[in-house]
């Protein structure tokens, strides 16, 4: 039962280094996202999907990036990491549709940019 | 756009009572999801509860069930029988039919179940 399965669970950046935040779910959901939360806060969504191919902003998607070339995959990318990106990070999916009531979530990466 | 407020930063209870955790939302949308996770210390999400906008009955899982009132958009959370183990941060969300890949989280409210 690997449902989402997120990679790192723990990274430290230097300050204009890039990275990939990995994220496999292995429900053939059709939506995908990626939140970020910062110490005491909620969700903050930074880009989802709503299927392979097709992608859109969030929230907070300033430098982010992300593709869905599968249904099972969505990586984000920081693209030079800012001492602001230090978060936890959570990637979900959901089957979508009517049934997109519960988001199945990884179990976070750490991101500390120094 | 769609908004979720959470007014409770911090709720106390004591071990054994109900405990109600507030959550209001926004949307001009018909159709749309709620729903509640629990986030231990241990930093996981953990699903408890959904309702979606067309359904008459209040949701009701084990000792959750959502407190719907679709006039006052209202989506409380009413915990009965609180456990210690109910000590968590608990965060109210939703989606809209237009847009649902993009579900809105609110803050988060504290619980602590005191013994």
């Known amino acids: 039962n690997a449902g989402v399965t997120q990679t790192p669970k723990f990274q430290v950046l230097k300050t204009g280094q890039s990275m990939t935040l990995q994220c496999a779910q292995d429900m053939n959901h059709e939506y995908m996202s990626w939140y970020r939360q910062d110490p005491g806060m909620g969700l903050r969504l930074i880009h989802y999907?709503?299927?392979?191919?097709?992608?859109d902003q969030g929230e907070v998607p300033n430098g982010y990036n992300v593709s869905r070339s599968t249904t099972e995959d969505f990586p984000l990318r920081l693209l030079s990491a800012a001492p602001s990106q230090t978060s936890v990070y959570f990637c979900?999916?959901?089957?979508?549709?009517?049934?997109?009531?519960?988001?199945?979530f990884g179990e976070g990466s750490r991101l500390t940019v120094l | 756009a769609q908004k979720i407020t959470q007014t409770q930063p911090g709720m106390f209870v004591q071990e054994k009572e109900a405990v109600t955790l507030d959550c209001t939302y926004d949307t001009s949308d018909q159709s749309y999801g709620l729903f509640w996770y629990k986030q231990p210390s241990s930093g996981e999400m953990i699903f408890l509860i959904y309702q979606g906008s067309y359904d008459e009955q209040n949701a009701t899982e084990g000792r959750y069930s959502l407190n719907f009132q679709k006039a006052r958009k209202s989506a409380n959370l009413v915990i009965s029988a609180s456990q210690l183990g109910d000590s968590a941060m608990y965060f109210c969300a939703m989606w809209v039919n237009t847009n649902a890949g993009k579900s809105t989280f609110g803050d988060g409210t504290t619980l602590t179940v005191k013994p």
């Open positions: 999907s709503v299927g392979a191919g097709i992608t």
């Open positions: 979900a999916s959901s089957l979508g549709g009517l049934n997109t009531g519960e988001l199945f």
